[in-house]
């Protein structure tokens, strides 16, 4: 499919949800994009084009919505995954990385010997404030990799979050609200 169709495409299948999960808050739901394995076959080609240029060696996706996409993709570009995930929930020896993020704050985990000497793709369904991501980034290089740069489905460009990340480091986004 064409990239102008595919985004369009991918795009016609993201519903807004006002004041979920607070008030304030549009919520930008990808069930629709996965419920389609059109639009989920264009976003995932659509995010391995621009992750290839990048040359990854690993995948890092945030949970929950950040595998749906960061697991198919790693296996698309034939790199491992790694996944990130809230407290207590990996069973092995993991470091931890406090975040923020647009309604909230929390804690990041990810196992010690996960990503020692990968260039990692860290990978989201949406960048807001960046936090997430960003933090996932700290706690990559801590681990002893380097970070390849990081894609997302969606970024809310009115949240800045790309000025929360390193500047030196690519930041591809599939649409931008
Ligand atoms: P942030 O750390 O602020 O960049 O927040 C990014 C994380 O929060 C991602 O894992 C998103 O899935 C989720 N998130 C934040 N804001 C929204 C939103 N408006 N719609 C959907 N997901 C969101």
Redesign the pocket.
């Known amino acids: 499919m064409e990239e102008a169709s595919a985004l369009r495409l991918i795009s016609s299948r993201i519903r807004d949800i006002p004041d979920f999960p607070k008030p304030g808050?549009?919520?930008?739901?990808?069930t629709p994009i996965l419920a389609d394995p059109t639009a989920f076959r264009a976003a995932l080609d659509l995010l391995a084009t621009v992750a290839e240029p990048l040359r990854p060696t690993q995948v890092v996706a945030?949970e929950s919505?950040?595998f749906i996409f960061g697991a198919p993709l790693a296996a698309q570009l034939g790199v491992g995954f790694a996944p990130v995930r809230k407290p207590g929930k990996l069973p092995y020896r993991s470091a931890r990385e406090e975040?923020?993020?647009?309604?909230g704050s929390g804690v990041l985990e990810m196992h010690e010997d996960a990503v020692s000497g990968q260039r990692v793709l860290i990978v989201?369904?949406?960048?807001?404030?960046?936090?997430?991501?960003?933090?996932t980034a700290r706690l990559c290089q801590r681990l002893g990799a380097q970070v390849a740069g990081f894609t997302f489905v969606?970024e809310?460009g009115f949240?800045a979050?790309r000025d929360?990340l390193d500047p030196n480091t690519p930041v591809r986004s599939l649409l931008t609200f």
């Open positions: 808050i549009l919520f930008k739901d990808i945030i919505r950040g975040y923020t993020l647009e309604y989201d369904d949406l960048l807001a404030t960046g936090g997430t991501a960003a933090a969606i809310l949240l979050g929360a």
